[in-house]
């Protein structure tokens, strides 16, 4: 009865902890990934506005995180906040006038690029690009 009770909260807290994951998202215009915590490190891939991640950890000023690939990079923490952000993770994505498929698509777009979210209706999320393009995705779309 003991390790189930044990097993039990061991569980709790490991999902528990999964699900407070901090989500931030690049605040500036561009941002450099390093490959460690500081300026020494080389930069591994820059990302644009609204680029969203989780947090991993934190040290000195700089943010560990994972993105929606996956991927590890350190960024500095003047350079992010809290913001709702998505980026789309399928290859073709239609950006409509409003939410529905029955709306007419403003523009497609590729995998991987972050938007910020404006609105919600449903499973659809009004979302604003860093050029200033705007549009409605749905949600399965997008991480």
Request: aromatic share 10%; proline share 3%.
């Amino acid at each position: 009865m003991k390790s189930c009770a044990l097993v039990t909260f061991l569980f709790l807290v490991l999902c528990s902890a999964t699900a407070l994951a901090e989500r931030l998202a690049i605040t500036g215009s561009i941002a450099n990934i390093r490959s460690g915590p500081g300026t020494a490190h080389d930069v591994i891939w820059k990302v644009q506005q609204y680029y969203p991640f989780e947090v991993i950890n934190k040290e000195g000023g700089w943010i560990q995180f994972r993105d929606f690939e996956n991927d590890v990079g350190w960024v500095h923490d003047s350079l992010t906040g809290k913001i709702q952000t998505v980026i789309t993770n399928k290859p073709q994505c239609n950006i409509r006038q409003g939410p529905g498929s029955q709306h007419e698509i403003v523009f497609t777009v590729e995998n991987g690029v972050p938007f910020k979210v404006l609105d919600r209706k449903g499973d659809w999320l009004n979302i604003e690009h860093a050029d200033g393009d705007r549009g409605w995705i749905h949600s399965s779309l997008v991480w």
